[in-house]
């Protein structure tokens, strides 16, 4: 298994500009989530979803989308870049409820 | 909601002494308690998970204890090598999809 893979690794986006993070898990996890780690912070929910086609916000959820059209993918979407979402994004799965999170390697992304 | 501290933010320790972190949350309700370590660079990865039923679990150089009393755990890690210098994040779960909050995390260096 790949486990959960994340694209791209590194991006720099001009403010105002739009991106899609893509995040694919083969682990045939239901849950699925988007955090974001800002410097010397903790990890914080964006969004998450519980199943292919059912999608629910986080604690910081606003500048983004998401959708899940499928088990396996679950992209995250800004759609006008700012700064303050300048941060390294995780993508994470788990299988149940209380069992570990399996995490992507993140996505370093710049807003300048 | 949660709120999750801890304690402290950096720790520097000599390789083979013993090291302990601290968090506190906020929601008597939270019952699933766990820590991951992330490498510099790297994702997260779950080391170490307590649940509210039992007080301690220890693996290998690693324990959590969890006072749900007076709503903290800890972590602790002896025997420090140098290949634990990483930062180490706690969180706390109620056990619903949305509601895991991680602290700030604990910068370990463990000096040879």
């Known amino acids: 298994n790949a486990g959960v893979t994340q694209t791209p690794k590194f991006r720099i986006l001009k403010i105002g500009q739009s991106m899609t993070l893509q995040c694919t898990q083969d682990?045939?996890?239901?849950?699925m989530y988007w955090y974001r780690q800002d410097p010397g912070m903790g990890l914080k929910l964006i969004y998450y979803?519980?199943?292919?086609?059912?999608?629910d916000k986080g604690e910081v959820p606003n500048g983004y989308n998401v959708s899940r059209s499928t088990t396996e993918d679950f992209p995250l979407r800004l759609e006008l870049a700012a700064p303050s979402q300048t941060s390294v994004y995780f993508c994470?799965?788990?299988?149940?409820?209380?069992?570990?999170?399996?995490f992507g390697p993140g996505t370093r992304l710049t807003v300048t | 909601g949660e709120n999750v501290e801890q304690h402290p933010s950096t720790l520097s320790v000599q390789e083979g002494d013993s090291a302990v972190i601290k968090c506190t949350y906020s929601d008597s309700a939270s019952n699933y308690f766990p820590w991951y370590k992330q490498e510099l660079g790297k994702r997260p990865q779950l080391i170490i998970d307590i649940r509210s039923n039992v007080g301690e679990k220890k693996d290998q150089r690693i324990a959590v204890t969890l006072n749900k009393t007076a709503k903290h755990f800890s972590l602790h890690i002896t025997e420090t090598q140098p290949e634990d210098s990483a930062v180490y994040f706690c969180?706390?779960?109620?056990?619903?999809?949305?509601?895991?909050?991680f602290g700030a995390g604990t910068r370990l260096t463990v000096k040879p």
């Open positions: 969180a706390a779960s109620k056990g619903n999809n949305n509601d895991m909050r």
């Open positions: 979803s519980v199943g292919a086609g059912i999608t």
């Open positions: 994470a799965s788990h299988r149940e409820i209380r069992t570990e999170q399996y």
């Open positions: 682990m045939n996890h239901n849950y």
